[in-house]
């Protein structure tokens, strides 16, 4: 199986490639693309993969602006954090649609749906799945942090916190207030749990809210310096990979 890798984020993609390998050794990567314009780009000059994995959001928009460009007729498997998109990708030709975080084995299950595809054993669109999605409640966010003081539980709402960041081990959240609390939840877990309408996750070390940001200074090269109310004590920068949605969720 010869696949190509449409993912901006290089750890995700990494992660994706070696997780398809240990299900399937002989497999070869094509190419793993960053971007709507690279994806384009090679598909406009290579042969087409037998299977795409394919990342809804890009760094410079959404990847189903990739197939208005250009055809493609390989199918896919479509990898996001969010499921909103998951009717549109259905209409594609998608043979599967994997929430991330990624598990081995839903990975595995869709590889094996693509073979039966590819057999002609199966329909492109799994009607069963599609349902499903249809009928799924609206997924619901964490709305509120429990904290042990003393002999006292205090329970803080998610309003309170104004941005999470991340020191050595431990992740902390700050609170409008100016207090901070100790979380047992990586930055990675809190993404998932927390309204995305309302936190973004800058880079490796912050997740902010949208109210916690007082000014955004614009550097050489589209770089994006945030100062944070209440303010942190180091300086706080969005990761370039991420500039693009930083500013389309500002926008949203």
Request: some cysteine; proline content about 4%.
């Amino acid at each position: 199986m010869n696949f190509v890798i449409i993912e901006d984020e290089e750890l995700a993609a990494k992660r994706l490639e070696g997780m398809i390998h240990a299900f399937d050794p002989g497999s070869k990567v094509l190419a793993r693309l960053e971007s709507v314009e690279g994806a384009v780009e090679w598909f406009r000059n290579n042969h087409e993969p037998d299977l795409i994995f394919l990342d809804i959001h890009l760094e410079d928009g959404l990847s189903f602006s990739i197939f208005e460009r250009v055809t493609v007729k390989a199918p896919i498997i479509f990898t996001t954090a969010f499921d909103e998109y998951a009717i549109k990708a259905f209409k594609l030709k998608s043979i599967d649609y994997l929430l991330k975080p990624i598990t081995q084995t839903d990975l595995n299950t869709a590889i094996l749906k693509y073979r039966d595809w590819n057999t002609g054993n199966a329909p492109v669109i799994d009607v069963n799945a599609l349902y499903d999605i249809l009928s799924r409640k609206q997924k619901t966010f964490r709305n509120r942090f429990s904290f042990q003081v003393g002999q006292k539980i205090r329970t803080i709402p998610v309003e309170e916190a104004a941005y999470f960041y991340s020191l050595e081990s431990m992740t902390m959240m700050v609170c409008r207030d100016k207090s901070e609390y100790p979380l047992d939840f990586s930055l990675d877990q809190l993404a998932n749990e927390l309204d995305p309408a309302l936190f973004f996750r800058i880079n490796r070390q912050f997740l902010v809210s949208m109210g916690c940001i007082a000014h955004i200074h614009v550097y050489p090269k589209s770089r994006l310096k945030l100062e944070l109310n209440p303010a942190a004590e180091q300086e706080v920068f969005v990761s370039i990979d991420k500039a693009v949605r930083f500013r389309e969720w500002l926008n949203s």
